[in-house]
């Protein structure tokens, strides 16, 4: 069903994207559902279970980690109430799914802070009410073609539930999404195949052969990247081994020893670093960066038993990453900062942002921003990622900036995973937002001193971006067509213009105000001089009295990024 289900979602990715209320050209809500699913697919393809507790809870692990965007994190709340429910079963009928999928909800509702309705969160609310109240058969097909029906049904109801939707005359992307994940659990309870790509072979597991998906490393292609250490020497890495486990925690198997998830965190960390320990009632994911990695997994079997365990030798590979650049591999968009953090002494704050083109990445790391991960709208950081950057950085508390509305809840569900250090998000929403929230950060003040001044910041500053559109459509009033140019003012489009420079102008006239002081221009991939210069005279014009600040920002697709304060 899963693997069904990923398959579907992967064949109407660009149909999902589609959906997007902004008629912008990186709408990426069935981007990031499909690089979650297949994140938890390729979990889940490591062991395959019959059993479907165990099934679920490496389901389960693998979307935790792998979840993007806000569609993407839901999802994987979704599956992780799910897993819980059905930890302890080999095998469910109806009301047990219909059970797990109710928890599921409730999972999900609880991770978001504030609830939108007319979402995904909607569509999975009334297709598992609609689960529960099912009484007449106790067949899991029976139960999940009402499911599907109703989450149709719900689906179809958004744009009456959530104004810009009907505004726009769309249904929500991420309620799509989950629906083309039913059809593909539907098909394969009807006994459909699931079509395999010559790339990949078949798997022969104790449910008989399951077909691995088309684009089943899809998520690990988009981030082939080359990593930060390709800029070290081998002899300055710490500790040599990658070391992956799973724990299958027995209690009282050592006299003496219960286990405590905190406490078992404390002990791994002084072996290594990169520590990373996702457990539930029976099971613990650990990963580490270890010099033995036997003492790791001695201090583990205090608690039970391990399982897929895999050691890799990081010298070795590091030594590969220098070979593959002298071949002419492009090294990664990675800080400079970031580069240094590794041999860093311990301090007492750290800093990761979220950008996409190299001037912001330098203008970030120029503000003292130790790790910058390459992304943004159009290809969101995992939750894993984020947890990884923060645990490259020796610091004790730890600042993520998203600097995108759709990288904040996979940001928030990273503060879980994160141990021995403290991690605040702070919501920006934009490049700009991140800027002036770095800018507001006073190294001697304390960590609440500093997070109450960085979210104040967030208020002060105006944002703004130009693209062009890629549909015909109506939103606030604003007839919007097709390869215009649209500017945005803190999610909201406020103009579409046939020219590039007079969307630009007009956003900047509802950005200045009289209380307005600066303006700052990120110039972008389709950026000109005689563009930049034109606007900079128009704001010298109409003006005056207004300061002005040009750096090069690089981004794709938004030739201009304004802020005004």
Known sequence: MVLAGADNLRRNVDKVNGLNVFPVPDGDTGTNMNLTLTAGCEELKKKPSSHIGKAADALSKGLLMGARGNSGVILSQLFRGFAKHVHDLESVNGQQFAAALQQGVETAYKAVVKPVEGTILTVSKEAARHAVQFRRSSDVLDLMNEVLGRAKEALAK???????????????????????????????????????????????????????????????????????????????????????????????????????????????????????????????????????????????????????????????????ILEDVTHGFEAPVVSPAAVAVLTAPNKPYGFVAVALGDGITDILSSVGVDVVLSGGQTMNPSTEDIVNAVNSIDADTIYVLPNNSNIILAAQQAVELVDNKTLIVIPSKSIPQGLAAILAFQEKADAQTNTDAMNESLRRVKSGQVTYAVRDTNMDGIDIKQGHFIGIQDGRIVSSQPSLMDACKKLLEEMIDEGSEIVTILTGEDATEEGTGELEAFIQAMYPDMEIELHPGGQPLYAYLFSVE
């Open 158 to 320: 958004t744009p009456d539930q959530l104004a810009i939707l009907k505004q726009v005359g769309v249904v929500d992307a991420g309620g799509q999404g989950l629906v083309c994940v039913y059809e593909g659990f539907v098909t394969s309870l009807n006994g459909g195949l699931v079509q395999v790509d010559e790339d990949f072979a078949t798997m022969d597991t104790n449910l008989g052969e399951v077909s691995l998906l088309p684009g089943m490393n899809l998520a690990k292609e988009v981030h082939a990247h080359m990593p930060a250490q390709a800029h070290l020497a081998t002899e300055d890495i710490e500790f040599g081994y990658c070391t992956e486990f799973m724990l299958t925690i027995a209690p009282g198997k050592v006299k003496g020893f219960t286990f405590d998830e905190g406490v078992f965190r404390e002990q791994l960390s002084k072996l290594g670093d990169s520590l990373l320990v996702v457990a539930d009632e029976e099971l613990v994911k650990v990963h580490i960066h270890a010099e033995y990695p036997g003492e790791v997994m001695n201090q583990a079997m205090n608690y039970g038993a391990l399982s897929r365990i895999k050691i890799e030798n990081m010298r070795d590979q590091h030594s590969h």
